[in-house]
């Protein structure tokens, strides 16, 4: 999941500290858009609100000089395919700037040497081709960064603030145009830390909506089960069903189903700890709900919990929901206390093979693959 | 022979009351861990498992001389409880924590190393010295980790299960295994921990669990070239399947993300390979290359 704090959020934030920013408001509507016309003339700036970057480029910022400019524009973001593909939700109208000098400035974490670092550089489009000219780091308890431009420090020091106190791991403005002396924020970002919690409100934009009214309904039943909050699902289209547990073992079998050209219905990992069992029945119940041509079940060798046990959930589940006759082919690695009861039980399903620890799992895939291929 | 943890090593509790922390506790003590005291505040004077439990690290340090903390904290507690943690100064602390925000996780691991205490994970499982010691969660299934000559490297703590049986197959069994931690910041490095293997008697070669994900692996691969690290480094990259999500995407662990090129898995094999680690497609192709580099029969996988 990619949490963004999106552009009116931020820029209503940095307004806050000071910092100059185009007038504008948020529409959730075509039919508003008239209404914004009145309120600010014209020409406006539409800019398509979602989790994609360089929107100018690919046409999700337009410039309208006229009404009927500003419903199409509006139209186009909103409605259009466009708009769908990249889950445009509201639309930004602005006042349009007159052209300045443009820069880039934003603050993110260098995860390898756990330092903030401020990055600065030529704003506009194409910043990804363009790259940055200067990197300073900084402790995030230390000293801030200073701006080597002075008619930049302002910006800077309310975007590091903005990034240390929402905990983020990006913030930026792009570009931030300086007009007669004064640098004005015409585009802000701050991607969030899954972990931390928004300390005012704002829209929380999550990259990855939820795709499904399954998904929704799954997420909903989660939210009752202790640690619920360690559950990693997202439906990804495929139509191999995944109930997998553990980042590691999630990211073999990912990549081994990618190897053998399979396409994954979903990802899961139910995390650890307090619910575990609760998870895997909530998770196994969606999973056997897709459209599914091969389900694989399982993970790394065990710890301290039985197979028997997670056998008995999942024999329930696709026992009851796929039914005793179906014919989707089933591999299941159950490796670790009781797995040989586990293996009785999880092959008296049909179509369905039990591998145990000294099966690693690419190879538990690779029979899973190769019954795909067989039915 | 191991690093960090053997049967001597005097190991602190940290949220002892909680009820993970509590059933480790019974597990890593009958295994042999050297458990002296517990801490949770409010909690002075109480037990678990015969162990004493006190309100602060200091309390404890001054009551029940610790070397090393094993910590179970509510992700809100982090940053203030690992910083009165640090302050007592132990040689190490291993953070089981899971969903620590970043910034803490970087404000910790800053002033741990100030403080010239060597912080682990957090968002792990543990570490185990087979025969020896145990911490956290990892090793609680008999049998999977067998004493030997192999040192063990995980991002995930899962797969730090099938390495070491990986190890077992070669019939060479593990000295040390740690499960680094799967967040984007770790306290300490596989570089780092790379650096306490080449030093250890009782290990052979180390075998490493990587992800895509910010670059742990260029300063491995510096201390390969460097010398620093001369016995054989066996390395499974997994992650590739990210390549079909959006960049900056993570799934399964927060530190599983890619980004700039050295994020991806391939490049950090291939960056692993000309420094000359063995690097492995699958875990079903470690035990032929343990076995081989050390010279061992081993069994088939």
Excluded at chain 1, 241 to 269: E, Q
Excluded at chain 2, 12 to 41: E, F, K, M
């Amino acid at each position: 999941v990619l949490d963004l704090l999106l552009e009116p959020a931020l820029k209503a934030r940095l307004a806050q500290r000071g910092v100059a920013t185009p007038r504008g408001t948020v529409v959730r509507s075509v039919d508003e858009v008239g209404r914004v016309a009145d309120q600010f003339g014209l020409p406006l700036v539409v800019k398509a609100l979602g989790p994609v970057g360089d929107r100018g480029r690919i046409g999700l910022v337009r410039v309208a000089h006229t009404r009927s400019m500003l419903t199409a524009a509006a139209e186009a973001c909103l409605n259009g395919p466009l708009g769908r593909v990249n889950q445009v939700r509201a639309l930004l109208l602005e006042e349009l700037i007159p052209p300045g000098q443009d820069h880039y400035v934003g603050v993110a974490i260098d995860h390898v040497r756990g330092r903030g670092v401020l990055l600065t550089g030529v704003g506009g489009s194409g910043i990804e081709e363009r790259g940055i000219d200067e990197r300073t780091e900084f402790e995030l308890d230390g000293p801030r960064p200073i701006h080597p431009n002075p008619d930049l420090r302002l910006v800077t020091d309310a975007i590091v603030s903005e990034f240390l106190e929402l905990r983020a791991r990006l913030v930026e403005v792009n570009p931030v145009r300086m007009i007669d002396g004064r640098a004005v924020v015409l585009d802000a970002k701050a991607v969030l830390d899954p972990t931390t919690p928004l300390p005012v409100d704002g829209e929380r934009y999550q990259a990855i909506a939820r795709q499904s009214s399954a998904e929704h309904r799954l997420f909903e039943r989660n939210a009752s089960i202790p640690g619920g909050s360690s559950l990693r699902y997202a439906e990804l289209g495929g139509d191999v069903g995944l109930i997998t547990w553990g980042g590691g073992a999630s990211a073999i079998v990912m990549d081994r189903l990618r190897d053998r050209g399979l396409r994954p219905a979903n990802f899961a990992d139910l995390g650890g700890g307090a619910g575990f069992i609760a998870r895997l029945r909530l998770v196994a119940e969606a999973v056997v709900t897709l459209p599914l041509r091969g389900l694989f079940i399982g993970s790394t060798i065990l710890g301290a919990v039985s197979a028997l046990e997670l056998a008995r959930v999942i024999h329930e589940v696709v026992a009851r929901d796929l039914g005793t006759t179906a014919r989707l082919p089933i591999v299941a690695r159950l490796g670790g206390p009781d797995e040989t009861q586990a293996k009785e039980l999880i092959e008296s399903l049909p179509n369905a093979m039990h591998v145990g620890r000294e099966t690693p799992l690419e190879s538990a895939i690779d029979r899973l693959a190769s019954a795909v291929d067989r039915a | 022979m191991s690093i960090l943890l053997d049967r001597e090593t005097r190991v602190c509790v940290l949220g002892a009351t909680g009820s993970q922390a509590r059933a480790d506790l019974r597990v890593n003590r009958a295994y042999g861990t050297r458990i002296v005291c517990g801490v949770a505040p409010g909690r002075r004077g109480s037990e678990v498992e015969d162990v004493p439990v006190f309100d602060t690290c200091a309390e404890a340090m001054a009551a029940a001389p610790f070397d090393a903390i094993v910590a179970y904290l509510p992700t809100a507690a982090y940053r203030h409880a690992m910083t009165e943690a640090i302050a007592s100064r132990p040689g190490w602390i291993h953070a089981i924590t899971e969903g620590v925000a970043t910034h803490d996780n970087i404000v910790i691991r800053e002033l741990a190393r100030r403080s010239g205490v060597r912080v682990l994970g957090p968002n792990s499982n543990g570490m185990i010295s087979p025969g020896l010691a145990k911490i956290g969660l990892l090793g609680h299934e008999p049998g999977v980790f067998v004493p030997g000559s192999v040192g063990i490297l995980s991002r995930s703590g899962g797969m730090t299960n099938d390495l070491a049986y990986a190890a077992a197959q070669a019939g060479a069994g593990v000295s040390t295994a740690i499960a680094i931690g799967g967040d984007a910041v770790v306290g300490s490095t596989p570089a780092e921990l790379l650096a306490l293997f080449a030093l250890d008697p009782g290990t052979d070669a180390v075998l490493m669990y990587g992800e895509a994900g910010p670059d742990l692996e260029t300063a491995v691969a510096a201390a390969l070239r460097a010398g620093a690290f001369t016995k054989p480094l066996v390395a499974l990259v997994a992650g590739d399947f990210l390549l079909d999500h959006a960049a900056g995407s993570s799934f399964g662990h927060a530190g599983a993300f890619i980004g700039q090129s050295e994020t991806l898995a391939s490049t950090k094999r291939a960056v692993l390979a000309a420094a000359g680690a063995v690097v492995v497609r699958t875990t079903g192709e470690i035990p032929a290359a343990l076995s081989q580099l050390l010279g061992l029969p081993g069994r088939p996988y």
